[in-house]
Nanobody, 127 residues
Framework: VQLQASGGGLVQAGGSLRLSCAAS????????MGWFRQAPGKEREFVAGISWSGGSTYYADSVKGRFTISRDNAENTMYLRMNSLKPEDTAVYFCACPRFGSRVSNIPMSRSEYGYWGQGTLVTVSS
């Protein structure tokens, strides 16, 4: 499966962006998916995750109440709506899916549970 992340850009603090992650090659409908981010000089960190059905979601404390993860299984696409953006949200955002056939939790939060990664999309929030 190939994951293509898009929607990043430059936005002022307080603004909004919506990221998309389109899957191709195989369907991701039966697997949870997640968003991670990596700021310059920092490790890649979990941002948000969603169960295979979309019925359950989980967020890092730093984005809770500001970001919303969703998915459209008919379109094989996942989204991340980011509101009230802060300069500290500046990072490359990656979408990810567990490797097919692997046993993972309902919403994996560890990088090691994900086997497929998108190429990343840069989000820059100016103050």
């Amino acid at each position: 499966v190939q994951l293509q992340a898009s929607g990043g850009g430059l936005v002022q603090a307080g603004g909004s962006l919506r990221l998309s992650c389109a899957a191709s090659g195989r369907t991701t409908n039966y697997y949870p998916m997640g968003w991670f981010r990596q700021a310059p000089g920092k490790e890649r960190e979990f941002v948000a995750g969603i169960s295979w059905s979309g019925g359950s979601t989980y967020y890092a404390d730093s984005v809770k109440g500001r970001f919303t993860i969703s998915r459209d299984n008919a379109e094989n696409t996942m989204y991340l709506r980011m509101n009230s953006l802060k300069p500290e949200d500046t990072a490359v955002y990656f979408c990810a899916c567990p490797r097919f056939g692997s046993r993972v939790s309902n919403i994996p939060m560890s990088r090691s549970e994900y086997g497929y990664w998108g190429q990343g999309t840069l989000v820059t929030v100016s103050s």
